[in-house]
């Protein structure tokens, strides 16, 4: 799944908001980060480019992310964590960053009482989750195709996980929850570029949990070779491009 991921969905989805969010990151001035879920390392990447004098503390919960990230990104202090249980002292960090990943967590808002308790005085915490899948022209394109392909029967992880985390109003309860402040909640839309719909198709089946959904569902490269196919007449051969949306939200502790 890591090598899948990092070929055909980076470049495409995180590599853009990668940039925009380790500007955001640099703006702030720190000199201790510590970024949460990170991957195979886009946005640790950016942060070592953007803010080239501070440590950056890399983690995520899956151990082959983490593998993957370190080898990639070796000028990064890497650690598996769970972010419902940082392993580090209260107090250590300038700022806490999240690209993608507060979706996933299962209590965010003891997560996030996590990144409270780690953020220096003065700190902050910076982070971003997908707008809803109609807003990502590449993911409701493919989410068409999967229920195009399997009616009725299409796994909805992409809309319930990724994009299920939209509604700003929802994650400032969540923050507020946890004793933190929610500062700015601005909305950006970036242009995804891909080699292919192929590719994206290819990295949607392989590099996320939908591989795993679809292995109760027949011959999986029947269901491939259509869906990549659908994806296909939908947005073109060749390189193509569409818009995807998120929201990009800091967070400081209540006064």
């Known amino acids: 799944m890591p090598e899948a991921y990092e070929q055909h969905l980076v470049p495409v989805f995180f590599r853009p908001f990668a940039a925009d969010l380790a500007a955001r990151a640099a703006a702030l001035r720190p000199l201790t980060i510590l970024e949460l879920a990170a991957g195979t390392g886009a946005l640790t990447s950016a942060l070592l480019t953007e803010v080239p004098t501070a440590t950056v503390v890399a983690t995520d919960l899956n151990e082959a992310m983490v593998t993957a990230g370190s080898a990639r990104e070796p000028r990064a202090d890497w650690r598996q964590a769970d972010?419902?249980?940082?392993?580090?002292?209260?107090?250590?960090?300038?700022?806490?960053?999240?690209?993608?990943?507060?979706?996933?967590?299962?209590?965010?808002?003891?997560?996030?009482?996590e990144v409270r308790r780690v953020l220096a005085p003065g700190g902050r915490f910076l982070f971003s989750s997908w707008g809803p899948l109609?807003?990502?022209?590449?993911?409701?394109?493919?989410?068409?195709?999967?229920?195009?392909?399997?009616?009725?029967?299409?796994?909805?992880?992409?809309?319930?996980?990724?994009?299920?985390?939209?509604?700003?109003?929802?994650?400032?309860?969540?923050?507020?929850?946890?004793?933190?402040?929610?500062?700015?909640?601005e909305e950006v839309t970036l242009e995804g570029i891909a080699q292919s719909a192929a590719s994206v198709a290819t990295g949607l089946l392989t590099g996320t949990p939908v591989s795993a959904a679809l292995a109760a569902h027949g011959d999986v490269q029947v269901l491939q070779a259509a869906v990549t196919q659908e994806m296909t007449d939908g947005l073109g051969t060749g390189p193509v491009v569409a818009p995807m949306t998120a929201t990009v939200y800091t967070a400081h502790e209540q006064a």
């Open 134 to 185: 109609a807003s990502h022209g590449f993911g409701a394109a493919f989410q068409d195709a999967l229920e195009k392909a399997l009616p009725d029967r299409a796994p909805s992880f992409l809309r319930d996980v990724p994009h299920g985390y939209a509604d700003p109003a929802v994650v400032a309860a969540d923050v507020t929850a946890a004793g933190l402040t929610l500062g700015t909640a």
């Open 83 to 113: 972010a419902q249980e940082l392993p580090f002292a209260d107090g250590g960090f300038d700022l806490v960053v999240c690209q993608f990943g507060v979706m996933f967590f299962p209590d965010r808002p003891a997560a996030y009482a």
